[in-house]
């Protein structure tokens, strides 16, 4: 059966592998890099056998119920993943060590970080207290290196650049707005308006950070 593991964009695969592979219970994994002098359709067939991987979703439901896990393997230029679900499967004993928990160690996507973590407390108030949220989410974040050089760059340019520049800055950061990119580019926003506000400066309106994903 075909089976289709090649992105076209690092935002496909983080996507996909955020919002379908990771509720489902694909949890462990490994990434690498296919070398350059490498054929990367021939080390896609040649991990798809060696894993077993091109099965419809009846042999998949059917290894599920007797035990053993499942394997996807998705692919955006060089890099790769691969994942797998609780369960016997000799990806476990072929990766190794190598193999890490996506609940215990973020994946790094390119300049994305992808955990699995437990909510923490929504904001709707259950009358004066916090509802908390114990439901496992998938938490995709701008890496921390990547991070700290937008803030970097940002609080050098809060009082020098006008609130339209600035604007325009927040608008072409190069990352998808999931729920956790959306918070840490409000902080890098709240310590810009506090540095405009010193300096007697126009604010920079928070409609500058984009809020909808590109689907």
């Given at each position: 059966?075909?089976?289709?593991?090649?992105?076209?964009?690092?935002?496909?695969?983080?996507?996909?592998?955020?919002?379908?592979?990771?509720p489902s219970g694909y949890w462990f994994y490994v990434?690498?890099?296919?070398?350059?002098?490498?054929?990367?359709?021939?080390?896609?067939?040649?991990?798809?056998?060696?894993?077993?991987?091109?099965?419809?979703?009846?042999?998949?439901?059917?290894?599920?119920?007797?035990?053993?896990?499942?394997?996807?393997?998705?692919?955006?230029?060089?890099?790769?993943?691969?994942?797998?679900?609780?369960?016997?499967?000799?990806?476990?004993?072929?990766?190794?060590?190598?193999?890490?928990?996506?609940?215990?160690?973020?994946?790094?996507?390119?300049?994305?970080?992808?955990?699995?973590?437990?909510?923490?407390?929504?904001?709707?108030?259950?009358?004066?207290?916090?509802?908390?949220?114990?439901?496992?989410?998938?938490?995709?974040?701008?890496?921390?290196?990547?991070?700290?050089?937008?803030?970097?760059?940002?609080?050098?340019?809060?009082?020098?650049?006008?609130?339209?520049?600035?604007?325009?800055?927040f608008q072409n950061v190069p990352f998808e707005p999931?729920?956790?990119?959306?918070?840490?580019?409000?902080?890098?926003?709240?310590?810009?308006?506090?540095?405009?506000?010193?300096?007697?400066?126009?604010?920079?309106?928070?409609?500058?950070?984009?809020?909808?994903?590109?689907?």
């Amino acid at each position: 059966m075909e089976y289709r593991c090649v992105t076209a964009s690092i935002e496909g695969f983080v996507q996909y592998l955020a919002a379908n592979l990771l509720p489902s219970g694909y949890w462990f994994y490994v990434t690498g890099w296919v070398p350059e002098h490498k054929n990367v359709e021939a080390v896609d067939g040649k991990l798809l056998a060696k894993y077993d991987i091109a099965t419809s979703r009846q042999q998949r439901a059917r290894r599920k119920r007797a035990g053993f896990a499942n394997v996807h393997y998705l692919r955006c230029g060089r890099f790769f993943l691969l994942i797998a679900t609780h369960g016997q499967h000799n990806f476990f004993g072929e990766e190794g060590p190598a193999v890490r928990d996506i609940r215990r160690v973020s994946a790094a996507v390119e300049n994305y970080s992808i955990s699995y973590r437990r909510g923490g407390f929504k904001r709707r108030m259950k009358g004066n207290r916090a509802e908390k949220d114990n439901r496992w989410h998938a938490r995709v974040r701008i890496c921390r290196r990547c991070y700290l050089e937008l803030k970097a760059f940002f609080l050098d340019a809060a009082t020098r650049l006008s609130a339209e520049r600035l604007v325009d800055e927040f608008q072409n950061v190069p990352f998808e707005p999931y729920a956790p990119v959306r918070q840490q580019l409000f902080n890098i926003l709240r310590l810009v308006n506090k540095a405009r506000r010193t300096a007697n400066l126009e604010r920079v309106p928070s409609s500058a950070i984009r809020c909808r994903r590109r689907i």
